[in-house]
């Protein structure tokens, strides 16, 4: 299956580069913003609304695979918080779909079916026990270390990611160690604070442009010497550093990537930056995927802060580096 994802990926890129059409190769799918974690710098388990039975799921997961998407990130709230979460992985199966888990590892060990179903799973880790269990819950550390061991048996790749604030600045050594020691990539991004996600001056996590820059001179210096340590590209990690100094890059939210909210509405993407709106998307459960993804816009952003919208965009608008990067990544994909 090597040849196919690079292939795909590939055509992706060139039509989202030199054409006008939509090709969403890549959805992130927010099945639930339930959550049994109240972490320091997120709110989802503050929306509320419908969640999509398992059949309309289904649904849109097939409309948008005759669209061209190849893979789809399960994420939340806690994703593993929906009891039909194996039904939808199965249909994604069937479908040919590559997936994504990305969850905060409390339910991995009770829900170990959903392992055989995905080919990589992310989760958030934010330093030693100390600074994670402050910033997410006493137990949270523990419940992160059992479902790496367990995603480790499982022979599922493993994604780690630290959200940079000031209370975690010092734990970046740490991070990265347990990253080498669990077998997982690492991937680092700025703290946003609640849906508004341009970080408000007297936030009392949001790091000091200066320091967040030094992280990510860290980063590269690391990236230099461990390439396939850490997600995201060289470019990718250059364009971070700048956070949160106003730096806008070619966007292809809607066309090449697109989000899918809990109730069934596509938006171009959710983590739009500048004046913190996000728009209410389009129902794509009743008009149908085509439909809703046609008329999404996304807008202009001030700063991308997600390290793979980042190297998609970039990859996208024809830079050397990430696009080798992504189809790198997609051959990886492929050959597992």
């Known amino acids: 299956m090597r040849l196919p994802e690079v292939l795909a990926s590939a055509w992706g890129l060139a039509r989202a580069r030199f054409g006008h059409g939509r090709l969403p190769l890549f959805a992130s799918y927010a099945v639930t913003y339930r959550c049994d974690r109240a972490c320091a710098y997120c709110h989802a388990q503050r929306n509320s609304g419908t969640e999509l039975p398992t059949d309309a799921a289904m649904r ?25 979460l194996a039904a939808i992985l199965r249909h994604c199966v069937a479908l040919g779909l590559r997936t994504n888990l990305n969850t905060n590892g409390t339910l991995v060990p009770a829900r170990r079916e959903v392992l055989a179903l995905v080919d990589g799973v992310a989760m958030s880790l ?35 990611t630290m959200v940079l604030n000031r209370q975690n600045v010092d734990e970046l050594g740490t991070f990265l160690e347990l990253c080498r020691a669990w077998g997982a990539q690492a991937s680092v991004h700025p703290v946003y604070t609640g849906n508004h996600l341009w970080p408000e001056a007297d936030s009392p996590l949001t790091l000091p442009p200066h320091a967040h820059a030094a992280v990510f001179r860290e980063l590269l210096r690391v990236k230099r010497g461990e390439r396939e340590l850490l997600t995201e590209s060289r470019l990718a990690l250059e364009h971070l550093a700048r956070w949160p100094t106003p730096t806008a890059i070619p966007c292809f939210a809607g066309r090449l990537f697109v989000r ?4 069934g509405r596509l938006r171009a993407c959710e983590w739009r930056q500048g004046d913190g709106a996000r728009g209410e998307g389009v129902d794509a459960s009743g008009g149908g995927a085509a439909h809703a993804l046609a008329r999404l816009e996304a807008g202009g952003c001030a700063q991308c802060w997600n390290p793979a919208v980042v190297d998609f965009n970039f990859a996208a608008a024809g830079r050397l580096g990430p696009a080798l990067h992504v189809l790198r990544a997609a051959a990886r994909r492929g050959a597992s």
């Open 60 to 84: 849109l997961l097939s409309e948008l695979r005759r669209l061209g998407l190849r893979r789809v990130g399960f994420t939340g709230g806690e994703p593993l918080r929906r009891d039909d």
């Open 126 to 160: 934010d330093g030693g026990p100390g600074v994670h269990d402050r910033l997410r819950g006493k137990g949270s550390f523990a419940a992160v270390e059992t479902a790496a061991a367990l995603v480790r048996a499982g022979g599922k790749r493993l994604r780690l």
């Open 260 to 263: 899918v909210t809990p109730d």
